[in-house]
């Protein structure tokens, strides 16, 4: 009787995990072999060491393979690795938890990962703990081990920054970003590049929500700009040349007079009244300079 039960339960859940079992984890550069309830160590290259596994468990949609098909709760217990990722059939599936701690850097962080046949699916939640350094956490979302759904970044006092929504892999639609609370900057993503005019605000004072700036963008390339003072006069447009380079920059004094303009090979400069300043061009590797007084007459270098 109990020689048939153990058939079944085999047939049913496979191999139990034994502690002499080893999990396989291949990043871009390396693989990494932990052994059940032991330490990880780097099988191939070396470059990184095991504090950088957990940058991996993070960031890539790992592949996670063991020395057979078992059930059960895989346990890392590096020096600063802690882990407990649950498998069946030989594939992460469920929730599992990681965490990395380095006391002589006073960093502490925390990974949340939830699995389906081995790849990420649901939700993945990282908080960064640091003395020096940034202290930050996010949240995303998974199908099928690529990222798609909500993206946010949380500051230390657990106040939302930025927020974007990715499709398939790639950023698409209105991503925000926010600055004591308020919003920040509207930036239009397509196919994971920005593309669209994204428009800066203030964030301090009597300007709370004022445009601070539009900058345009043409499938990922910079396309031009136009910055606003807070009372929302124009302080300096960019625009861009059909071959992708600065064609001409102009600034402006807060009353709307052109304060400077510059193109490939020339730049002004004007007085406040709009008057010309003064005017420099180069040709043929030379420098031109030329200055003038408040009534429009050349001034002459003595």
Not at 90 to 103: F, Q, S
Not at 114 to 123: A, D, M, R, S, V
Not at 295 to 300: D, M
Request: glycine share 10%; proline share 1%.
């Amino acid at each position: 009787m109990r020689i048939v039960l153990g058939i079944l339960i085999w047939l049913l859940y496979g191999t139990v995990l034994h502690a002499k079992d080893t999990l396989t984890i291949r990043t871009h550069t390396d693989t990494y072999s932990c052994s059940n309830g032991g330490k990880c160590a780097v099988a191939k290259y070396g470059l990184y060491g095991t504090s950088y596994l957990f940058s991996f468990f993070r960031d890539n949609d790992l592949k996670l393979t063991t020395d057979k098909l078992f059930e059960g709760i895989f346990t890392i217990d590096d020096e600063q690795i802690k882990a407990k990722i649950p498998f069946k059939n030989g594939k992460a599936e469920g929730r599992a938890y990681l965490k990395k701690e380095d006391k002589g850097e006073f960093f502490t962080a925390e990974l949340e990962i939830n699995y389906k046949e081995g790849k990420k699916h649901g939700l993945q939640r990282y908080n960064q703990k640091h003395l020096s350094y940034a202290t930050y956490s996010t949240e995303e979302h998974f199908v099928n081990g690529t990222k798609h759904g909500v993206s946010k970044i949380y500051d230390e006092n657990g106040t939302l920054t930025d927020e974007v929504t990715y499709q398939n892999g790639l950023m698409q639609g209105v991503g925000k970003t926010y600055k004591n609370a308020l919003l920040d900057s509207e930036t239009p993503y397509l196919n994971g590049r920005e593309h669209g005019e994204s428009i800066h605000y203030f964030t301090y004072g009597d300007s709370v929500g004022k445009i601070a700036g539009r900058f345009r963008y043409e499938r990922g390339n910079f396309a031009g700009a136009t910055h606003y003072f807070e009372s929302g006069n124009i302080s300096l447009e960019i625009f861009i040349a059909r071959d992708g380079s600065e064609s001409d920059k102009r600034y402006y004094y807060e009353n709307g007079v052109l304060s400077s303009n510059s193109t490939k090979n020339d730049s002004w400069t004007y007085y406040e009244d709009g008057s010309l300043k003064s005017h420099m061009s180069y040709k043929d590797g030379i420098y031109k300079y030329e200055n003038y007084d408040k009534n429009g007459t050349l001034i002459k270098d003595d």
